[in-house]
């Protein structure tokens, strides 16, 4: 039987960081929705010129392409025994279509691990969020600063900022947050999905509170 997380909170909240974590301790490919509209960007394919429209913005790509982007990555055969899904869903209707596929693998969402997190906090991580362009790993200029300045400790590729991580731009996507995708907290709680996590806590706590709610801690 796969299995199926879903890692749920703000922007910023360090969901990128911990999925990156918790595929190597599940064995589980990461699937990050921006990730794969970023690539889409870089390679300026027709989905990365329709995503960017929306993505510079702050705002949300539309459903309907985002839950197709989605079920062609978890249809390929690495996924086979599931995956770690990062910023996906982030509205209710790509809940529903999230259902929808995986019902059709005979599967369903396990669990969803929400990453709790105040606002000031956000700010601060989103402002100070590096990132590679090999791979996208994932720094932090003061929380986690790479060990030579711009260069990413694990591929030597070059650090750079997100276009979307400038304040204005940051506020905006926490308001995008609140509207549209924060009502999926009542929704996987009801069904009795929902493990919520302290996200303000070192990264290390982070990850073996989601270890110990997926059933994997000690
Ligand atoms: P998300 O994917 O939820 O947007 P990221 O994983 O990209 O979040 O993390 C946002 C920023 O916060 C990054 O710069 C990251 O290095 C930093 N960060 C992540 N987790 C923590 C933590 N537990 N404590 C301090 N900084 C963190
Ligand atoms: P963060 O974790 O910091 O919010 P992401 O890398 O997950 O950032 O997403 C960056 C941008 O990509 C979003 O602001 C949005 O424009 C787009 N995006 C990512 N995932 C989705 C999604 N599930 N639905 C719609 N748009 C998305």
Redesign the pocket.
């Known amino acids: 039987m796969a299995t199926y997380l879903i890692l749920l909170g703000p ?2 909240a360090g ?2 960081t911990q999925a990156k974590l918790l595929a190597v301790e599940a064995g589980l490919p990461h699937i ?4 794969i ?2 690539q889409n960007l870089t390679e300026s394919t027709e989905l990365g010129k329709q ?1 960017r429209l ?2 510079d913005r ?4 539309p459903d309907d392409v ?1 839950i197709a982007m989605i079920r062609e990555r978890l249809s390929r055969p690495d996924c086979q025994a599931g995956a770690i899904l ?6 209710i209707d ?1 809940a529903t279509g999230l259902d929808e596929m995986l019902a059709a693998f005979g599967s369903g969402v396990d669990r969803v691990l929400y990453v709790d997190i105040a606002d000031e906090e956000l700010i601060r991580r ?1 402002s100070g969020r590096l990132v590679c362009r090999a791979q996208g790993h994932i720094y932090h200029q003061a929380f986690n600063p790479p060990k030579q300045p711009g260069v990413c400790d694990v591929d030597g590729s070059a650090l750079y900022q997100r276009e ?1 991580d400038k304040e204005a731009t940051v506020r905006h ?1 926490i308001q995008v947050y609140m509207q549209q995708t924060a009502p999926l907290i009542e929704h996987y709680r009801q069904r009795g999905l929902l493990s919520e996590i302290d996200g303000e806590q070192p990264v290390e706590a982070v990850t073996r509170d989601m270890l110990a709610a997926i059933g994997e801690g000690s």
């Open positions: 922007p910023g969901k990128g990050s929705s921006g990730d509209f970023r995503a929306y993505i702050g705002e949300l790509v985002t990062d910023g996906f869903p982030r509205t790509q989103l979307d996507r």
